[in-house]
């Protein structure tokens, strides 16, 4: 059974509530088998014999300080369901989970600031809310493009100044969260990152939403506790993003797992995008994959677009146009009409970030 205390209690205020902590396990009987992680607040217990973990649960929750009680017959991780409630993760005019749903979309890789100007208004026209586009890039061969870096963060800024668009955009590096997310509404960690426990900490430590991919081979329960590792070092505002899984078909670049969509909203309160164009791999497939992500539930998607697919330095064969991806968008949002939903819809530009 563990313990977690808040991660801003001062010094006087943790010493404090760990001697109570103390003086009560020893009245109980209870042992106490560590303290902290090295890295966050927490104090592991083991009930005395006879008394089962939920006992002291509801009495250990009730100290000011105490954070969260993890048990085993209960299980409380700071992401799953909270009785009845879905949170909402807003950024800009972005809203996803709890009835909201927004689009994000843009290129792959930033590419260049033209041609990123007029995507983002074609992005807006079409119901978009946010902006998507890697400066860092994660590429399998590392003579692939790897990005513009800060340039590419400049970039987006800029088209966010011009149309209110909200920026996500992937960190890959520790060293990289504290620039990126002074450019980002929302960082993104990829995929590839997705059991980089160093990066899941440090991003989820500097207050700003995180949007967290499915590992390509991770299971649910993986991919949860990534999840909780960026709740635990102190973000809310999650977003969870179904990819596709690695498979056997070469014809199809990912299998995307659009069960994990109703499966994960049974096992967590945050919300659960999808990201058709990664799951496919074809910008034919998308828009279909995209509709039925939005059948299945999906707060959010996540859609690579580029002014002209051909000339795209990633990812080409995935990335709609942006007509293809203003039908795409109607479509899917006569499916959400059907089932109740709706976009969230697109505010004016404003100048602060
Ligand atoms: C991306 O969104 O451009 C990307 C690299 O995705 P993933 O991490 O899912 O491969
Ligand atoms: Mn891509």
Not at 26 to 49: K, N, Y
Not at 141 to 168: D, H, I, N, W
Not at 309 to 335: C, I, K, N, Y
Request: include cysteine; charge should be negative.
């Amino acid at each position: 059974m563990i313990v977690l205390l808040h991660n801003d209690l001062d010094e006087a205020t943790r010493k404090e509530l760990l001697e109570k902590l103390q003086s009560w396990a020893i009245q109980r009987g209870v042992s106490i088998c560590g303290f902290g992680t090295g890295w966050g607040d927490s104090v592991e217990l083991l009930p005395a014999d006879g008394a089962t973990e939920c006992d002291y649960a509801i009495e250990i929750r009730s100290f000011a300080g105490v954070r969260a009680v993890l048990t085993q017959d209960e299980p409380t991780y700071l992401v799953a369901p909270r009785s009845g409630s879905r949170t909402q993760v807003r950024f800009r005019s972005a809203a996803f989970g709890n009835n909201a749903v927004s689009a994000i979309a843009g290129p792959c890789s930033v590419e260049n600031l033209d041609d990123l100007l007029a995507l983002g208004a074609d992005l807006v026209a079409a119901g978009a809310t946010a902006l998507r586009g890697g400066a860092y890039k994660p590429r399998t061969s590392p003579y692939a493009f790897q990005g513009l870096g800060k340039l590419g963060l400049e970039m987006l800024a800029t088209v966010r100044e011009q149309t209110g668009l909200a920026v996500v955009t992937e960190v890959m590096d520790t060293r990289d969260v504290e620039l990126v997310s002074r450019y980002a509404d929302a960082l993104q960690i990829g995929s590839r990152n997705m059991m980089n426990y160093s990066l899941l900490r440090e991003a989820g430590a500097v207050g700003v939403p995180v949007l967290l991919k499915r590992g390509m081979s991770a299971t649910l329960g993986e991919f949860l506790l990534a999840a909780e590792y960026l709740a635990h070092a102190g973000c809310e505002d999650i977003l969870l993003c179904e990819r596709g899984l690695r498979h056997f078909d070469p014809d199809v670049r990912n299998l995307l797992d659009l069960s994990a969509v109703p499966a994960l909203k049974e096992r967590t309160h945050l919300p659960v995008l999808v990201d058709p164009s990664h799951g496919t791999g074809a910008s034919s497939l998308v828009p279909s994959m995209m509709a039925a992500a939005a059948a299945a539930g999906a707060d959010g998607f996540l859609v690579e677009v580029h002014p002209c697919p051909s000339r795209s330095v990633s990812d080409a064969g995935q990335a709609l146009t942006p007509t293809e991806f203003a039908t795409a968008m109607d479509t899917t949002r006569a499916v959400l009409d059907a089932c109740g939903r709706k976009f969230n819809a697109a505010q004016a530009p404003t100048t602060s970030n």
